[in-house]
Nanobody, 125 residues
Framework: VQLQASGGGLVQPGGSLRLSCAVS????????VGWFRQAPGKEREGVSC????????HYSDSVKGRFTISRDAAKNTFYLQMDNLRPEDTAVYYC???????????????????WGQGTLVTVSS
């Protein structure tokens, strides 16, 4: 099982970025997958998760209405579209999954068993 995140960068407040997580070793049709972030000096936060078997999503209150998680099963890739970015969104973002967990809420509020490498998102003018 491997996950590879990409798409981070520097963006101005109010801007947008799309993160991608390419996966191998499993299919995006059963487990929950998600995005997590950790800013310096802060605890890791489950940002957004997706149940790939029924497309139920979960978002943290801090990103609800601004971020959208989605998947492309044919490409074995899932995404995080981040709009209206704020300086407080600055963090290292990680993608993750837990093959024994199919609930998006449960994944976001616990911890993945498999992680991708982090990608840095910096929101600054």
């Amino acid at each position: 099982v491997q996950l590879q995140a990409s798409g981070g960068g520097l963006v101005q407040p109010g801007g947008s970025l799309r993160l991608s997580c390419a996966v191998s070793g499993f299919l995006l049709d059963r487990p929950a997958v998600g995005w997590f972030r950790q800013a310096p000096g802060k605890e890791r936060e489950g940002v957004s998760c997706l149940s790939t078997w029924n497309d139920i999503t979960h978002y943290s209150d801090s990103v609800k209405g601004r971020f959208t998680i989605s998947r492309d099963a044919a490409k074995n890739t899932f995404y995080l579209q981040m709009d209206n970015l704020r300086p407080e969104d600055t963090a290292v973002y990680y993608c993750g999954t837990h093959l024994g967990q199919s609930s998006s809420y449960a994944l976001c509020t616990t911890s993945p068993s498999n992680w991708g490498q982090g990608t840095l998102v910096t929101v600054s003018s």
